[in-house]
């Protein structure tokens, strides 16, 4: 044991090492080679026959932020002496001169920041035709704050209660002709225009024609409200900028969630109706401290920055500690998780050891001259450039460690835990992973934002050090409002580690079905796990308009399945059918089931004989199947019994056998939300700029993929309880429920004008898994079956006995696999938001 500890600790420093040697030689390498470009004249009179049309688009409906789009085509007589510097190679020092003087930007005065912040999701592209040369220049950015923003050719200031448009004329090019100047406010008409333009038919679209010189258009117009208060909530210094996405409304979620979870805990306790066993005991107890710890790491996670900002305000302290506030906050989230999650003494020394070391080390970086850390006030170099990887990867690996670990304490698998050595090493690759992620995504921004620089020299004070810097510097913030999210999945294991320690049926034999504290805390799994949260509004959270209905109709589906459901029918004094038939044998009913479906097919095939004989034969029949549905409710065929069971024998059972299911149907499904939120279109460009996007990646998976199992977990507990005769007809009741919110917010969402993208995908795509995962429940419950019939179809229609219901289903999961083809296709082919 003690050499395995030793492979483990020796692996972790190994790979950390690895990080740490990349990006030194990352950075201590040759610069880029680039010679000084000829010195060539960027004269406007050498540009003078230049044609140019141009751009600005405005988008603001259905997106978080607004975007602008600037397109750009310019051409140039091939003439021009510098023609074919812009044939040459991307890289080309003469080719990057060259668009800096054709486009007037990449060489900003002395003290301004060289790099070009804009993003070109279009690769920018010469063709050469007879006598021009056509330069097309696409560019988009997302009003994210209030503030500047250049992008192509305009710049967009964007401030409170007005946004201004204005073209930035290159100086090379103020004689040549702008045949079209164009400008689509996406939507608001324009509170002032200059020069006077040419309006189109919504009023929303300027345009200037042959222009030569250009007189800078300047448009200025009021914003939609809802991405206003968005571009409002996420700037720095105003007020409501504590209430946005990345301060309460961030943190609502997981305090609604953590509060919840603990209410949960209560109703499971007064549910028992008696003194808890110990092991119900220690379930409850990790539920409710799991509830106090998730609402205290998601207040750390997004207010601690805000409380730190009041203090620093009040107390007028000097510098900005902000990166050090968010990487101790990781680093005390990760210790706290581990701690919770019981780790041996052994590692959680260890994992102490860990923590001290990251904050010595930014303490010392803080006391001393030398840039060691991003945290520090000097430019990090020399043995920085790799500490500051080490630093940042370290508090990943804790929080890592800490989410397997309290988990596994969640589901409260006892001695069925993964060992030390093994969360050891996933957390080290997770950690890995994600900070090689950084790693190649810094290389990707900087080319992207130093596509017109040279000034490219690994030298203190250049541009790339202080990019390099800066990306250290924001990564803490960036993986921390992850990892909280992550963190929230953790309650799912909470409850269902709860619910199975703690279920009534383990003690009353004629438990067939949740109680009423277990439907409650189901209710709250759905609402909570389940059902995604779209909701949005003006930069605001409104989750609780998510919750609200989420639970009205859980509880609906409740009400509507204790009326409607086969198990529930008042059988012999009154008590539920479930609870008198839940001590007989499971087969008994598969066999009166078979004889059931026998006497209807022989009294719709009588055959040949007398009309007497085939009388008396139907008379006989009907007695039979008589007496048969004398011993059931009214209503209730023998037939229905084994359907309304399902394949377990307790609903506990059927829960975990569902959920299994719809872990593998669900996959299609994951796959399909995940290329939708984060690759169709230029999302994967946006994506793979992201310094935390590992785990942006690992949240997305775990998000849809803990919707479709959380959702079968779901419809398998409540499988007796709920309306439907057969199982796709229950999962469909299950859908509607999570319908219901995911519609209420696509309404609010047209209405306001905010971002619905997702939401016809996501509701489809859980249809088609639920009912996928009613159908294969059915098929199992009839699994004994198998073996009269050749094939798996055969047995289908057996199971059904309805080929027009069977055909129905099939163009139902058509109609759903077009809806999401739609939406596949379709919403809009610009990316979500980038984090910075």
């Given at each position: ?19 740490v ?11 880029r080679a ?35 789009t ?7 007589p091939a ?11 991307t890289?080309?020092p003469?080719?990057r ?13 002395k003290g ?5 912040y ?21 560019a ?24 201004r ?16 100047v ?6 608001p ?38 991405q206003e208060w968005?571009a ?8 409501w ?12 979620g ?16 007064r549910g ?18 799991w ?49 919770f ?8 020394v ?32 020399g043995p ?10 370290v ?7 800490g ?17 030390q050595g093994?969360?050891?090493?996933i ?23 130093s596509?017109l ?16 810097d800066?990306?250290?510097w924001?990564?803490?913030?960036d ?12 309650t ?5 580690g709860?619910?199975?320690v703690?279920r ?16 409650s ?23 609780a ?14 009400a ?29 009913w ?47 065929r ?27 149907v ?19 460009a ?10 942006k ?16 977990f ?7 309880d ?5 199982g ?19 309404i609010?969402?047209?209405i ?19 009912t ?65």
């Amino acid at each position: 044991m003690i050499h395995f500890r030793r492979h483990v600790l020796l692996s972790l420093l190994s790979l950390l090492s690895l990080l740490v040697l990349s990006s030194a030689l990352f950075l201590a390498g040759p610069a880029r080679a680039a010679d000084p470009p000829r010195a060539r004249s960027c004269n406007p009179d050498r540009l003078a026959g230049t044609k140019i049309t141009t751009s600005a688009e405005l988008v603001h409906r259905g997106r978080d932020a607004s975007t602008i789009t600037s397109v750009t085509d310019i051409k140039i007589p091939a003439g021009w002496e510098r023609t074919s510097d812009l044939l040459l190679d991307t890289h080309s020092p003469f080719y990057r001169d060259a668009l800096r003087c054709l486009l007037g930007k990449g060489a900003p005065a002395k003290g301004e920041d060289p790099l070009d912040y804009e993003w070109r999701l279009k690769p920018l592209s010469v063709e050469l035709s007879g006598k021009w040369v056509t330069v097309h220049y696409e560019a988009v950015t997302w009003i994210q704050t209030l503030g500047t923003y250049e992008v192509g050719l305009w710049t967009l200031t964007a401030g409170k209660g007005e946004w201004r448009v204005r073209l930035r004329p290159p100086p090379s090019l103020t004689k040549a002709t702008w045949e079209t100047v164009r400008v689509r406010l996406g939507g608001p008409s324009a509170m002032s225009a200059w020069p006077p333009p040419t309006f189109g038919e919504d009023r929303a679209e300027l345009s200037w024609h042959d222009k030569k010189p250009i007189e800078v258009p300047d448009v200025s117009f009021r914003p939609p409200a809802a991405q206003e208060w968005a571009a409002l909530a996420q700037t720095e210094g105003q007020i409501w900028e504590v209430l946005g996405v990345g301060g309460a409304s961030g943190a609502f979620g997981g305090v609604a969630t953590g509060l919840l979870a603990f209410v949960a805990g209560r109703w499971l306790r007064r549910g028992l109706r008696r003194d808890p066993l110990p092991a119900e005991e220690r379930a409850l107890k990790g539920l409710d401290s799991w509830a106090v710890i998730l609402v205290l790491v998601t207040v750390v996670a997004y207010l601690g920055d805000d409380l730190y900002g009041l203090l620093q305000r009040r107390f007028l302290w000097s510098g900005d500690y902000t990166a050090t506030v968010e990487l101790f906050s990781i680093v005390f989230i990760g210790v706290v998780l581990c701690f919770f999650g019981q780790l041996r003494r052994w590692l959680l020394v260890f994992v102490c050891g860990l923590a001290a070391c990251v904050v010595s080390l930014c303490v010392a970086a803080e006391l001393s001259v030398a840039g060691l850390l991003p945290t520090s006030d000097i430019l990090i170099e020399g043995p920085g450039l790799g500490l500051a990887v080490l630093v940042d990867a370290v508090p990943v690996f804790l929080c890592c460690l800490g989410i397997i670990a309290s988990g596994q304490r969640l589901l409260c698998l006892g001695g069925r835990r993964l060992s030390q050595g093994a969360m050891v090493c996933i957390a080290a690759g997770v950690s890995g992973a994600t900070m090689l992620w950084a790693f190649l995504s810094f290389d990707r921004s900087w080319e992207r934002r130093s596509w017109l620089n040279d000034v490219v020299a690994n030298t203190p004070e250049s541009p790339l050090a202080k990019a390099y810097d800066a990306w250290w510097w924001w990564f803490a913030e960036d993986a921390l409002s992850v990892l909280a999210d992550i963190i929230v999945f953790l309650t799912a294991l909470a409850l269902v580690g709860a619910l199975r320690v703690c279920r009534a049926e383990q003690h009353e034999a004629d438990s067939f079905t949740p109680n009423a504290a277990e439907k409650s805390v189901l209710a709250v799994f759905f609402v909570v796990i389940v059902v995604p949260n779209f909701a949005w509004y003006f930069g605001f959270s409104g989750y609780a308009a998510t919750l609200v209905t989420g639970l009205a109709a859980v509880s609906a589906l409740l009400a509507l399945g204790r009326s409607k459901s086969v198990l529930e029918q008042p059988a012999a004094g009154d008590a539920p059918l479930g609870k008198v038939i839940s001590g007989t044998d499971r087969s008994q009913w598969l066999r009166l089931a078979r004889h059931y479906r026998e006497l209807t097919a022989r009294l719709h095939h009588l055959g040949s004989g007398s009309q007497a004989e085939q009388s008396a034969s139907q008379e006989a029949i009907e007695r039979e199947i008589d007496q048969l549905d004398q011993c059931l409710p009214e209503g209730v065929r023998p037939v229905d019994l084994p359907f309304a069971l399902g394949p377990m024998l307790t609903w506990w059972g059927n829960a975990c056998r569902c959920a299994l299911i719809a872990c593998f149907v669900g996959l299609p499904a994951t796959g399909l939300m995940y290329w939708i939120d984060l690759v169709r279109g230029d999302s994967w460009a946006v994506m793979a700029e992201n310094s935390v996007g590992f785990l942006k990646v690992v949240l997305e998976i775990l998000y849809w993929h803990m919707t479709w199992v959380g959702g079968g977990f779901f419809l398998g507990a409540l499988w007796r309880d709920l309306p439907g005769r057969h199982g796709p007809m229950k999962a469909l009741y299950v859908a509607i429920a999570f319908a219901v919110p995911v519609g209420f917010h696509q309404i609010i969402a047209q209405i306001t004008g905010d971002a619905m993208q997702g939401t016809i995908a996501a509701s489809a795509a859980f249809a088609s898994v639920m009912t996928c995962t009613g159908l294969v429940m059915d098929l199992q419950t009839f699994a004994s079956e198998r073996r009269y019939w050749p094939s798996n179809a055969s047995l289908l229609v057996y199971v059904y006995q309805m080929r027009i219901a069977s055909v129905a289903f099939c163009l139902a999961q058509l109609l759903v696999l077009v809806t999401i083809w739609k939406s596949f296709k379709e919403g809009g082919p610009t990316a979500p938001p980038p984090s910075r």
